[in-house]
């Protein structure tokens, strides 16, 4: 296996590392009742997904 020759500076390092940060959720609006919701899952307030009920919320 090979191995580095030199040493990694500080800044290489951290920059290998700026993609690590952690990014917000991207969030949807319900087109049925309007509430934010996760992109490719069912709305946890109202159940429907892609425009119709998927979930009973009774």
């Known amino acids: 296996m090979p191995n580095p020759k030199h040493r ?3 800044s290489k390092t951290r920059m290998g590392r700026s993609h690590h940060a ?3 959720p991207s969030l ?3 087109p ?3 509430e934010m919701f ?3 899952r069912a709305c946890p ?3 429907f997904y892609k425009e ?3 979930l009973d919320l009774d």
Do not use: E, T
Request: hydrophobic share 20%.
């Open 8 to 10: 990694k500076s500080k």
């Open 22 to 24: 952690l990014k917000p």
């Open 28 to 30: 949807g609006k319900c």
């Open 32 to 34: 049925n009742c309007g």
């Open 38 to 40: 996760l992109p490719h």
């Open 45 to 47: 307030a109202c159940g």
């Open 52 to 54: 119709r009920q998927v």
